[in-house]
């Protein structure tokens, strides 16, 4: 029994079937990798599990409880953070500001007016959001706008904020979409970092066939919306079917 | 001082400082001078100028901060201006009480209003602002205002008659709002020379809610919450998936806005006991809009200067007849003379729109952060005039970097 388990999850946009029969097992604290063709419907897989779209059949268990009618806000809370494929982060407010948001909202919940008063809470929350920058490196860039880092930075910020909340399923879409060969292996070393230290279950959706390879513990190929194999990176690499589908002769 | 930091404690006494001396500083010229008619030191403009102000103080909480464009603001002043007529109708012409419940019933309105208007966001949520105070802009006008339940006086608009209840209404005590025995009305002129200065109670009354009003817009700006609404603004996706609800966020913005809100609006009713459903036009709310855009929105005392402007023009530009015109260029021959003067006329006197409409232009396309953005870039040069030096290198780099400009 996997920490997320699909079952038999159909979607359908009018005509076209993203997603037909759907299963995957993600087993606890593994790195997985969903890969696919552009249109195999890996995002929207993606989209089903944080609630963003909910599948037209089937069921989505997170550790044991079902992800299906709740509100993105609320899957988010049972342990759920995703990393999207263009970063999301608070543009306009500062890197340490954005650091201290996912805490904030980790420690105090979804609402709290969190007084005008300036407490010794929130010295604490500056600390730890200060801390976090100096591991990912962004220390010196605590008091810049997000907006004006670089595509790297952004990233390593975004996941850097859903590290703050310790999160037990870690989604990612295309981390390294757009980004320079240097950029692309900084991410996989942070990753690399992050799933040695924590007990955190990543789910990674890639094109870049050097990032699933060395990071991917198994790693699941999706075509026409139905999964066609499960199997270890080294298997995949030699597998005919996978070969055909996808990876063509490159591989 | 009092939880702020240096940049914040002085932007607040400057802000003092300005209102307790506006008497002084509005009235720069002699009384019989031919330019006393741009003085704006008289007691109904100063009072006019505290209250906008802080209405925009508290519009730019939910728009400058929160990211939320609302059409229908007027409709909580209008709230609160008939709350405190009723106070002194019900109650007493003290208006203590008549603003304190002027601001409990805005609150609870924006809050029925928010609620609903809430569940959309971008243009839909201030089209549904904007239904809602026309809605009860018509209310108020018309469907309240019937011999059975006559809540609003319609037309004619609510104001205190003889015959009302008034159960605190003491012997000795002024027949007019008044703040424990001191009327609103009462002031004091200072003659200094050829100068006159005006010290107003209703002045002073609006001055102390303004730098109160200032004071905590302050501290939300600078609190964890004023960074979790600056969240909302900047990224909402973010927010849902970092496990927070942005409605509740929003809903206080709004809730808080029409408070201040509805204390602007008890304020008009306390120097002029008289509401009239007009206040909740949307006209009305447009004109927050501007003068919060025209100031500066999301920044602390951009709201407050572009009050002040708009109410400036209003109030003066619009005073400046043909006659006038025809005095200021009588040294002209007459034909040149008309022809100048036919020129100026359409932007002053009843044009005064026109030349507000120019200015807002202006503003928005050369200055999209408002009078603030003017003032930095200004104190920005004056600081480079100064460092000469410094700035010639900087362009020189700057040629360097970029030699095709």
Redesign the interface.
């Known amino acids: 029994m996997g920490i997320l388990e699909v079952k038999n999850v159909n979607k359908r946009f009018g005509g076209l079937q993203a997603l037909g029969d759907v299963n995957l097992s993600v087993e606890e604290n593994s790195v997985h990798a969903i890969i696919g063709p552009n249109g195999a419907g890996k995002s929207t897989l993606l989209n089903c599990l944080?609630g963003k779209l909910i599948p037209d059949t089937g069921s989505v268990m997170f550790d044991g409880q079902s992800v299906l009618g709740r509100?993105?806000?609320?899957i988010?809370?049972m342990g759920i953070?995703?990393v999207?494929q263009t970063p999301?982060?608070?543009?306009?407010?500062t890197v340490l500001?954005n650091m201290?948001?996912?805490i904030?909202?980790?420690r105090d919940g979804?609402?709290r007016?969190?007084?005008?008063?300036?407490t010794e809470n929130?010295k604490d929350i500056i600390a730890q959001a200060e801390e976090m920058l100096e591991n990912l490196n962004l220390a010196e860039q605590r008091h810049t706008k997000a907006a004006s880092m670089s595509r790297g930075n952004k990233r390593r910020l975004?996941i850097g904020?859903c590290l703050a909340?310790n999160p037990r399923l870690l989604l990612l879409d295309e981390p390294t979409a757009g980004m320079a060969r240097a950029d692309t292996n900084n991410t996989i070393d942070l990753l690399k970092q992050i799933s040695d230290e924590r007990d955190i279950t990543i789910a990674i959706i890639e094109h870049d066939m050097h990032v699933v390879f060395s990071l991917a513990e198994r790693i699941t190929v999706l075509a026409q919306g139905t999964p066609l194999v499960e199997d270890t990176p080294d298997k995949i690499k030699g597998h005919p079917k996978v070969r055909e589908a996808y990876l063509g002769e490159s591989a | 001082m009092l939880g702020l930091n240096k940049k914040d404690t002085a932007l607040f006494l400057i802000v003092i400082a300005l209102t307790v001396f506006a008497p002084f500083l509005l009235n720069p010229f002699p009384t019989n001078s031919a330019m006393a008619q741009f003085n704006a030191g008289y007691p109904d403009l100063m009072q006019r100028f505290a209250i906008f102000g802080i209405f925009a103080i508290g519009f730019n909480i939910l728009f400058g901060l929160t990211g939320y464009l609302s059409f229908g603001h007027a409709a909580f002043l209008g709230v609160g201006s008939y709350a405190a007529v009723w106070m002194f109708k019900l109650l007493t012409y003290n208006v203590i009480p008549a603003i304190v419940v002027a601001v409990i019933l805005a609150g609870l309105f924006s809050l029925l209003i928010g609620y609903i208007s809430l569940r959309r966001s971008g243009i839909y949520f201030s089209i549904l602002t904007l239904a809602f105070a026309q809605m009860s802009f018509a209310l108020a006008y018309s469907v309240l205002s019937n011999p059975k339940f006559n809540l609003t006086n319609g037309e004619t608009g609510l104001q205190v008659y003889a015959d009302d209840p008034q159960i605190l209404h003491g012997p000795g005590l002024p027949n007019l709002p008044h703040v424990f025995g001191w009327s609103m009305r009462g002031n004091n002129q200072m003659s200094f020379g050829a100068w006159d200065f005006n010290f107003n109670t209703g002045y002073y009354v609006c001055a102390v809610c303004l730098i109160l009003g200032f004071y905590l817009a302050i501290r939300i700006f600078r609190s964890p919450f004023g960074m979790m609404l600056r969240a909302v603004k900047s990224n909402n996706t973010r927010m849902t998936y970092t496990g927070l609800n942005a409605r509740p966020y929003a809903l206080a913005a709004f809730v808080i806005s029409g408070m201040y809100a509805g204390l602007a609006g008890g304020l008009m009713a306390a120097v002029d006991p008289l509401a009239g459903a007009e206040r909740m036009q949307w006209t009305a709310s447009g004109e927050v809009v501007l003068m919060t855009i025209l100031g500066g929105a999301g920044t602390l005392i951009g709201p407050i200067l572009g009050a002040g402007f708009i109410k400036y023009f209003e109030n003066i530009f619009s005073k400046i007849n043909e006659a006038v015109l025809h005095s200021w260029f009588s040294f002209l021959p007459d034909g040149l003379e008309d022809v100048i003067v036919a020129l100026i006329y359409p932007f002053v006197g009843k044009g005064w729109h026109l030349t507000l409409g120019m200015l807002f232009m202006l503003v928005v396309i050369f200055l999209p952060g408002g009078l603030v953005e003017g003032g930095q870039r200004i104190g920005r040069f004056t600081f480079r005039r100064r460092d000469a030096k410094s700035a010639d290198a900087e362009r020189e780099a700057a040629n360097q970097r970029n030699p095709a400009e």
């Open positions: 944080i509100k993105p806000y609320e988010n809370q953070s995703r999207f999301e982060i608070f543009s306009d407010l500001e201290m948001i996912p904030f909202a980790t979804a609402f007016m969190h007084a005008i008063e300036k929130e975004e904020m909340q």
